[in-house]
């Protein structure tokens, strides 16, 4: 199972590209990205979801990670996820937390 | 048939991975549903190796997976010997509706396995666990007219 992701920083946003299957065996590097990216100080955390397959409960648990790592005021933006990403990530009411986008905002 | 018998370890989850995608295929699943079905047994396996088994987990414990396709379904059924555990009584995390920031970790594996498949069963025999997940074949082939078979099933026999 192959996993990778790179992060970029741009003013106040940092984006973090997901590329492959994010679960238990892969969820860890995942969240050193969210470390950097919350030290970082930004106001805006992109996840550009558009080469994600596949995202278990582990996965999940990162996004919480993610939520409860990053300052309050912080807006998570979730870039092209596929229909199965996304319903997945609705059905654990994770939606309301995170803003679904087709494109990385301006 | 399809069966594969594993240590009840996380180091087995890519062997089984690939095992559900085999079957999968050989059942001619769409790939949503081929994820779904490896999710619903990734988070089961998943479950009994770290809260089943637990402390005590190790390579002598193993995990069994049978796999079918039938006409309409496939079923997969994994079986271990772990303490009694019925996952189709626990699969309803109590904060679905809270915001992440209040979320506890975990909870959602069984809810996920359980809202990907059709149908998912549970008995306790023979001192074992027993959970089987099925899920419909969509989409299915025309009938072979030659044979009456569907043609994904040849794979397999």
């Known amino acids: 199972m192959s996993f990778t992701t790179s992060l970029t920083r741009n003013g106040n946003t940092v984006v973090i590209a997901l590329d492959g299957e994010l679960d238990a065996s892969t969820a860890g590097d995942f969240r050193k990205q969210v470390d950097i990216a919350a030290d970082a100080g930004v106001e805006r955390l992109i996840l550009h ?58 | 048939m399809f069966q594969l018998t594993l240590p009840a370890t996380t ?36 479950n009994s190796i770290m809260h089943g088994y637990g402390n005590s987990r190790g390579p002598w414990n193993e995990i069994m997976l049978e796999g079918c396709i039938e006409p309409s379904e496939i079923w997969l059924r994994v079986s271990e010997d772990s303490p009694p555990f019925d996952p189709t009584r626990h699969h309803t995390p109590q904060d679905l509706d809270k915001p992440l920031g209040e979320r506890t970790p975990g909870g959602l594996g069984l809810f996920l396995a359980h809202q990907a498949v059709d149908r998912m069963t549970y008995t306790y025999s023979q001192g074992r666990n027993h959970v089987t997940v099925y899920i419909r074949r969509e989409s299915l082939p025309a009938a072979d007219p030659d044979n009456g078979a569907v043609p994904g099933e040849r794979h397999w026999q």
Not at chain 1, 82 to 99: A, K, L, W, Y
Not at chain 2, 13 to 41: E, N
């Open chain 1, 49 to 106: 979801m558009a080469k994600l397959t596949y995202l278990s409960s582990a996965g999940l648990r990162g996004l919480v990670f993610a939520r409860q790592k990053m300052d309050d005021g912080v807006t998570i933006v979730l870039v092209q996820a596929s229909d199965e990403v996304e319903r997945t990530i609705r059905m654990v009411g994770f939606h309301h937390s995170v803003v679904f986008a087709d494109q990385v905002p301006e």
């Open chain 2, 11 to 46: 180091g087995s989850l890519d062997k089984i991975v690939t095992f559900v995608a085999d079957l999968a295929r050989a059942g001619g699943l769409s790939a949503v549903r081929a994820g779904r079905l490896r999710l619903a047994v990734e988070e089961l396996v998943t």
